[in-house]
């Protein structure tokens, strides 16, 4: 609730029933959030019970939506705190801001005609949502490398953690692990690039402006770098899931070739 309200609380308010969408929104994904991490049979979230991969990617979504309104919030809200992002952001987005960059395709968000002080903000939002996705894919893994995500404590259940994936459906689930790893790869190195194209085909359908509202711009610039750091972190369990079922088939037939070998001939 805190997450999906946090713009909300931030940003000054457009339309009269947008406090009530908001809440019912968030009231919603706390529902399903509890709902999910309640019940001990799998539902829809992945990697339930492998901490902190949840925890991670939470954090940087409201981080990010934190950054993100503070930078949009109007001059009269903003404080020290908002011109560090801001000229942070800009100082990012001035280095990755190349013909067809994620950062150039990130100005197809605002329509035609706007001005230099929106794109320069665009930039900066853009600039800085990508330094902290940077930082989350980092966060992450270190936290995989120092800690041996998942914890090698406990088993880890494939059918909870992972209930979209079945293990029984055909083939070695280990290429399929890889290759699954795979395709979030390519896809969080794609969605920077066609994003920003199909966010402005959508907003401009159904009538609105991201220029013209600063929560809806926030929540498109932060779905814009959450969603790549997400398939990337998917990635990144996936092959780590594959490696750890290498490892344990190594070490089941070093364990059967030490028993065959103290059997009496």
Not at 52 to 79: E, K
Not at 140 to 160: D, E, K, S, T, Y
């Amino acid at each position: 609730m805190i997450v999906i309200s946090t713009p909300a609380l931030l940003l000054p308010v457009v339309s009269p029933d947008g406090p009530q969408v908001v809440m019912l929104v968030a009231l919603a994904g706390a529902v399903f959030t509890f709902s999910e991490y309640s019940s001990t049979y799998p539902g829809l979230i992945e990697f339930r019970d492998a901490p902190p991969f949840n925890r991670v990617r939470i954090i940087c979504l409201f981080i990010t939506l934190f950054a993100l309104s503070l930078i949009v919030a109007p001059p009269s809200q903003s404080g020290s705190l908002a011109i560090i992002l801001n000229a942070s952001g800009l100082v990012i987005a001035h280095a990755l801001d190349f013909s067809l960059s994620p950062i150039w395709l990130l100005g197809r968000l605002l329509p035609d005609g706007n001005t230099s002080t929106e794109l320069t903000m665009l930039r900066a939002l853009g600039g800085m949502s990508f330094l902290i996705g940077l930082v989350t894919l980092g966060v992450f893994a270190i936290l995989m490398r120092v800690h041996g995500w998942p914890n090698r404590q406990m088993q880890f259940n494939v059918w909870v953690n992972l209930p979209t994936f079945d293990p029984t459906a055909g083939g070695d689930v280990v290429t399929r692990l890889v290759r699954d790893a795979r395709i979030n790869y390519i896809l969080g190195f794609v969605t920077p690039f066609l994003f920003p194209i199909l966010a402005a085909k959508g907003v401009t359908h159904v009538g609105h402006s991201a220029a013209t509202s600063p929560q809806l711009l926030v929540w498109m610039v932060a779905l814009w770098s959450f969603l790549p750091v997400s398939l990337f972190m998917r990635g990144m369990a996936m092959a780590r899931i594959a490696s750890m079922i290498v490892e344990r088939r190594k070490q089941l037939v070093h364990d059967a070739d030490e028993a065959a070998a103290l059997q009496p001939i």
